[in-house]
């Protein structure tokens, strides 16, 4: 099974500032990576799909990129509603994995 | 818009079976292209894939459970439902119904159920 790590596993951060997460494949999986926020008592909520393409009605300050290996969610321009959970999931065979979580503080 | 809502048992006893049953409203299970799924999550940790099947009936399921879980459709009742045989403790979580489009992550979730393994 692929393994997703994710770092950092947690953050502190102030409204409008900019924090990047990543989350490393440990073998190549082209661009299937979906990025995923999950707030407390709630289903996870896709932000991103195929590593960098933003879900419908998904803020623009939310951005992914990167391919093969390496991939970075950014959030720009912190907002108070950003503080949760963030999770990386690959989807590019099975067994789906997801990543271990990164949680965005305040 | 598509909606998905899990249904079932919140306590199971140890050695027993896990059954649960989602509804999609808004939607037709049978669409071609999706992939109908479970996720679960034990409180205050991470997300884990259980498994995923195809409209058609193929199935895949993570290896670590593979042995003890069964994924079905329900075409009539547009439903899809998930057996865990000989549960444990350490399958207590809150379980999660989804969808996933061939190739695409999972966009559309149920608002998941909180299942305890308890005698």
């Known amino acids: 099974a692929i393994q997703m790590t994710q770092s950092p596993s947690s953050l502190s951060a102030s409204v409008g500032d900019s924090v990047t997460i990543t989350c490393r494949a440990s073998?190549?999986?082209?661009?299937?990576l979906g990025w995923y926020q999950q707030k407390p008592g709630k289903a996870p909520k896709l932000l991103i799909y195929?590593?960098?393409s933003l879900q419908n009605g998904v803020p623009s300050r939310f951005s992914g990129s990167g391919s093969g290996t390496d991939f970075t969610l950014t959030i720009n321009s912190l907002q108070p509603e950003d503080f949760a959970t963030y999770y990386c999931?690959?989807?590019?065979?099975?067994?789906?994995?997801f990543g271990q979580g990164t949680k965005v503080e305040i | 818009q598509l909606q998905l809502q899990e249904s079932g048992p919140g306590l199971v006893k140890p050695s027993e079976t896990l059954s649960l049953t989602c509804t999609v409203s808004?939607?037709?299970?049978?669409?071609?292209?999706?992939?109908w799924s479970w996720i679960r999550q034990p409180p205050g940790e991470g997300l884990e894939w259980i498994g995923s099947?195809?409209?058609?009936?193929?199935?895949y399921y993570n290896p670590s459970l593979k042995s003890r879980v069964t994924i079905s459709v329900d075409t009539s009742k547009n439903q899809f439902s998930l057996r865990l045989r000989s549960v444990t403790a350490t399958d207590t979580a809150i379980y999660y119904c989804?969808?996933?489009?061939?190739?695409?992550?999972?966009?559309?979730w149920g608002q998941g159920t909180l299942v305890t393994v308890s005698s």
């Open positions: 999931l690959q989807d590019y065979n099975y067994p789906r994995t």
């Open positions: 195929a590593a960098s």
């Open positions: 099947m195809y409209y058609s009936g193929s199935t």
């Open positions: 808004d939607g037709s299970i049978s669409s071609s292209s999706y992939y």
């Open positions: 073998q190549g999986i082209r661009n299937d």
């Open positions: 989804a969808r996933a489009n061939y190739g695409d992550p999972f966009d559309y």
